[in-house]
């Protein structure tokens, strides 16, 4: 039987809401165990209830994990932490700058008693240095301040944030990598280290087009909508379907051509007005229309196969009632389907790392609240019943 990539690799998750938590998703489903520690009223989303919208991401994200409460306030659990600290290979959280650190457990702590520890932090702005450094951070205002939500929205309208947490979870992305990484290192010289991830280091990147025409026209563009940030390509935009709309983007001479071939009108390839990028992006609002007219007159699947199958950039914008029953992602087993206690039926998403002829672990369900705190102190730290009554009764577990 084949072994998952991080099988042997040992972590304590300390993540709250997405970040944190993806990155201990991504460690579960390469193998790693992760041992979820949460306060003994439970994660942020946890605690929002069994049937809120924070329902969904909690039991997707924590999937796979071995859940234990530790009351961080008292001394008691302080304690077991330092001593599971040193029994890991991993360490992550999220926490606000600072938590960890004012209880005793920031990573120079922890580190001295492991040396061979991966002690990985993600926050909004970096934990090292930096005038921002001690800045609460969220997706929300990571959005801000990256600048995403200036180049977001309509020309004349407001800046506006993206309903997609992708500051939070590309973080989380960036946190699984620096983990890996340095587990690479460690087993080459046997030493930990401790990881630095800035949400905002991680999103500025995804501006790299925006960026890129605000250095070419040396000035800030304004909001474009969904067309593209510079207006320098066309078409680029959402157009309007009988039963909804669809993207078309063009970035190719060659992709136009095509275009012009699908919509059955290939003189267009040669008008003075579309016959270059150049002159379509001039053109915008003639190209836009044109698009428009041709794709009102068909449904959303009509539109999309005629240009697949012209080799145009194409496809439907889907709702999120599609999107979670999404036939392609279910064929793949990115999506599975569970019964959760006060949601219903819901569609999981599975890793999306994968390896050639290993499947991911099979997904197994959200534990309980504090359901395997016994079991891991009694195997890590050969605690007593009697020593597990004495930690409850003090509210430590």
Known sequence: MNKQPLDGVTVLDFGQVYNGPYCGFLLAQSGARVIKVESLQGETLRARGDSSPASYPFANLNTNKECITLNIKKQDAREIIKKLATKVDVLIQNFAPGTMEKFGLGPEQLRKLNPRLIYAMSTGYGASDGPYKDYLGMDLTLQAMSGTMSV????????????????????????????????????????????????????????ATAIGSYYFKGEPLPRAGSRHPAKALSPYNVYEAQDGHVAIICIREGHWRNFCAAIDQPELADNPDFKNMQTRSKNIDKVDDLVNAWTKQYSRQEITSRCQQHGVICAPVQTIPETVEDPHMIARGSLQKFDHSGLGEISLFQTPIRFTNLEPPTIKPVEQLGQSTQKVLREFLELTEDELMSLRKTEAI
Do not use: N, W
């Not at 309208?157 to 500051?167: E, N, S, V």
């Not at 699984?176 to 340095?182: D, E, L, P, R």
């Open 152 to 207: 977001t929205g309509e020309e004349d309208g407001p800046p506006l944030k993206t309903p997609a947490a992708f500051a939070d979870f590309i973080a989380g992305t960036h946190l699984y990598s620096g983990i890996v990484s340095a587990l690479y290192a460690r087993a080459q010289t046997g030493e930990g280290t401790a990881i630095d991830i800035s949400m905002q280091d991680c999103v500025f990147p995804t501006l």
